[in-house]
């Protein structure tokens, strides 16, 4: 067990290293100057060498490269040209706006996807099935910030009941929650009915339902714990992706998180704080699927013993 | 394999091909040039009326006009996006699935660290580089969107490449390139036609994203992104002019899902 623990932790680290290296190779390819970003246009040559020698930039890729790893290990990510500020502390200030509003957008996406994953799989094959399926079908189709910007119009400026956009209050935290949660949450669903259909055909469901226990209660006391396990590795990775910014969303209400800091480092071709924001995402994806490795490791004994490749 | 269409495949056949007739007869169909100003508009835009039925945008342009010309463009890098997506996953999937060993290997940790990296954020730095453009955007959408194809095609290559008409064909000594073209490939199929109408409703969505962040084909070129970007500042006084283009992306969207949908059912569980 420890040997598979381990193997997951080395298996992640070089997943990381590799995505550094791309990282790095995108911004060394991106034709902006970062002495120039810095100085303006109109600085004469001598400034700009003078700034690209103490950037590092006149050495090879591969020098350059090895400084940047070696400093990303130490936690630096660098400071950004446009706010000369440290990436990670633009990161770090940036983090709790989006962290709230990602754990809120995955508690209602998994409450949505398992309460319209179970009506489905209790009715499956019949209308309210159907019904849900067209539904979902429908929420996946439909363009996130086109939601929001609905949410907008009909909500916020019939009803009046929220405030529109920005972080002020846990109010606020409801339009953009509820955008980010229809989609996924209808994804979930559908999801949870497919592992329940084909839990429900299985051996010990069966049983249990010859021994004389109604479906329904064979369906949530013995189906739906086997039928979330798929959709917990899925919500697990989700959540990686929703705590390193939602860049449409917080777009359309405003949410200072860290999707809107990016959304600028990229439009100034900030090049420290885009490779700041794709790592920090890298590093919670890879997070995410060993704290999923973890969980399965707990929940499904075959893994713990001894199956484990 | 019944030849009979299933229901979603039915609707979601006939709504795809309601958007190419409308994005191929769009001068004919569209009632105004969409990137004239057809109105007497002085910077307000107007609703729905019996002239204009979607209304026009502060500038004075046909929103219907403006919606039936952005499924032109939609279409055009939804489908090509796709293509160019299913090239790359097809080729590393097929090649990891196939070959085995380090080659397998190789290839897979190289998805796994482009799995990490956010599609959204890279695309956007990419097509900000390489600068807006029709080709630009579509190859660039390809390029960030093809991991999960190259993963499900790996599963299938290994399947197929374990069944006994495979391994009868290598015995006989047949090349690696005619067991992958006469063998592999026509069993992969199914899943990739599949992938192919899912992957739209995908691509579709990216670009609609991108163009709403202001990466979409330049204007005056209408596109149903830019189209809803640019309402989002008249929300309050004019909310039809961000429904009615996000009401296209949503049925562009889903009748590609049904399409895939509907092929899906026709595999086994």
């Known amino acids: 067990m420890i040997g598979y623990i381990a193997r997951r932790i080395v298996f992640g680290a070089v997943v990381l290293l590799g995505t ?41 890729v591969y020098v350059q490269y090895a400084r940047y790893l070696d400093r990303a290990i130490h936690g630096d990510l660098g400071r950004s040209y446009i706010r000369r500020e440290r990436v990670t502390t633009l990161i770090v200030e940036r983090f709790p706006a989006t962290a709230v509003l990602a754990i809120a957008a995955m508690a209602l996406s998994l409450a949505i996807g398992v309460a319209l994953g179970l009506v489905a799989a209790a009715w499956n094959g019949r209308a309210p099935d159907h019904l849900l399926l067209i539904v979902s079908l429908a929420f996946v189709s439909m363009p996130v910030f086109w939601l929001g910007t609905i949410l907008l119009i009909v ?22 929650t509820v955008t980010l949660s229809l989609g996924s949450g209808a994804y979930y669903s559908r999801i949870l009915h497919t592992n329940l259909t084909a839990a429900m055909e299985q051996d010990y469901v069966r049983a249990a339902i010859a021994k004389g226990l109604s479906r329904r209660s064979a369906m949530m006391r013995h189906a739906l714990a086997n039928a979330l396990l798929p959709l917990a590795t899925l919500a697990g990775l989700d959540l990686a992706g929703l705590l390193s910014g939602v860049v449409l969303t917080e777009t359309v209400f405003n949410w200072p998180g860290i999707g809107r800091l990016a959304y600028e480092a990229v439009f100034n071709l900030d090049i420290p704080l885009i490779m700041g924001t794709v790592l920090f995402s890298a590093l919670l994806i890879v997070l995410a699927n060993l704290a999923v490795d973890l969980v399965y490791l707990w929940l499904d004994p075959r893994i713990r013993l001894g199956n484990a490749r | 394999m019944t030849p009979r269409l299933n229901r979603f495949e039915t609707i979601g056949a006939l709504m ?12 004919i169909l569209a009632p105004y040039n969409p990137t004239r100003a057809v109105a007497p508009t002085f910077g307000n835009p107007a609703p729905p009326s019996a002239a204009f039925p979607l209304g026009t945008d502060e500038l004075g342009r046909d929103v219907l006009s403006r919606i039936i010309f952005g499924a032109r463009i939609s ?10 997506e299913l090239l790359i996953g097809v080729a590393i999937g097929l090649a990891a699935g196939f070959f085995g060993g380090s080659i397998d290997f190789i290839l897979m940790r190289f998805t796994d660290v482009m799995l990490t990296l956010p ?18 955007i579509l190859l660039v959408i390809g390029l960030v969107s093809w991991t999960g194809v190259a993963r499900v095609v790996r599963a299938e290559a290994l399947s197929v490449r374990g069944r006994d008409f495979v391994v009868a064909a290598q015995a006989l000594g047949a090349p690696a390139r005619r067991m992958i073209i006469r063998h592999v490939l026509p069993n992969l199929l199914p899943i990739i036609v599949v992938m192919a109408a899912l ?8 670009d609609a994203g991108l163009s709403f962040l202001g990466l979409g084909v330049p204007p005056p070129t209408p596109s149903w992104g830019r189209m809803i970007e640019e309402a989002t500042i008249y929300f ?10 996000g009401i296209a992306i949503f049925y562009a969207v889903m009748s590609f899902n049904l399409l895939g949908y509907g092929f899906l059912r026709r595999r086994p569980q």
Do not use: Y
Request: hydrophobic share 60%; net charge neutral.
């Open chain 1, 20 to 60: 550094s290296i791309i990282t790095f190779l995108i911004a060394f390819v991106i034709p902006a100057d970062p002495a120039v970003a810095m100085a303006g246009a109109k600085a004469n040559p001598q400034t700009l060498a003078t700034i690209r020698h103490e950037l590092g930039l006149d050495e090879p």
């Open chain 1, 155 to 176: 909500v916020g400026l019939d009803l009046r009941l929220f405030p529109l956009c920005g972080f002020d209050g846990w109010s606020s935290l409801v339009l953009p």
């Open chain 2, 16 to 27: 795809v091909l309601s958007l190419v007739i409308v994005a191929i007869f769009a001068p």
């Open chain 2, 75 to 84: 279409l055009i890098v939804g489908v090509s996006a796709v293509a160019v």
């Open chain 2, 119 to 136: 599609g959204l954020l890279l695309a956007m730095a990419l097509v900000t580089v390489l600068r807006p453009s029709l080709l630009s």
């Open chain 2, 199 to 206: 992957g739209t409703s995908g691509t579709l969505l990216l």
């Open chain 2, 236 to 245: 309050r006084t004019a909310p039809w002019l961000a429904t009615f283009p």
